[in-house]
């Protein structure tokens, strides 16, 4: 079992940041991804972390305005966001990426922009 705890999110003009911070706790994981889900769209991906060498890999959308980090002391994965636009509007969520497959999920933390 892995635990996933989000924080960070909230309300932002267009333009703003704003961190997501990500707690996991339990069994060991190999990659851990935000995914985002705005109301009445599918969910989508965001940006991932391999937890052992650091490489990262992100959607085209937020390529030059998000950054994700890790700290594995603290077993923590962050979204920096940048340059908000309103469409980055949505609930964030964390994953864990265990034997092939996104299969622990948190309970997501609300990203809002407002124009």
């Known amino acids: 079992q892995v635990q996933l705890v989000e924080s960070g999110g909230g309300l932002v003009q267009a333009g703003g940041s704003l961190r997501l911070s990500c707690a996991a706790s339990?069994?060991?994981?190999?990659?851990l991804g935000w995914f985002r889900q705005a109301p009445g769209k599918e969910r989508e991906f965001v940006a991932t972390?391999?937890?052992?060498?650091?490489?990262?890999y992100y959607a085209d959308l937020v390529k030059a305005r998000f950054t994700i980090s890790r700290d594995n002391a603290k077993n923590t994965v962050y979204l920096q966001m940048n340059s908000l636009k309103p469409e980055d509007t949505a609930v964030y969520l964390c994953?864990?990426?265990?034997?092939?497959?996104?299969?622990?999920w948190g309970q997501g933390t609300q990203v809002t922009v407002s124009s």
């Open positions: 994953a864990a990426w265990i034997s092939g497959r996104y299969n622990y």
């Open positions: 339990g069994r060991t994981f190999n990659l």
């Open positions: 972390i391999n937890w052992n060498d650091g490489r990262t």
